[in-house]
């Protein structure tokens, strides 16, 4: 299940903090309303609070942590949010 542990919201543009408790990983999601663009993805615990400050430099970098895009588990569908 996920939980959210921050959220800002500024511009048109939201950024969340997950915490998915099942499988023990932080994620970032950004979504941005001018544009409709939904991004999740997952960061390291001990980048989250930078990746939060600072979503768009971890966004598409797998050097900086994330493993993969995870755009359906958070977007609605059959998710527990």
Do not use: K
């Amino acid at each position: 299940m996920f939980q959210e542990l921050n959220n800002r919201e500024a511009n048109g543009i939201s950024v969340s903090l997950y915490w998915d408790d099942a499988f023990y990983r932080t994620m970032i999601r950004i979504v941005d309303a001018r544009t409709a663009t939904d991004e999740t993805f997952q960061v390291p615990a001990f980048a989250a609070a930078d990746a939060f400050d600072h979503p768009f430099c971890y966004l598409h970098r797998p050097q900086l942590g994330h493993t993969q895009m995870v755009t359906t588990e958070l977007s609605g569908e059959g998710s527990d949010q």
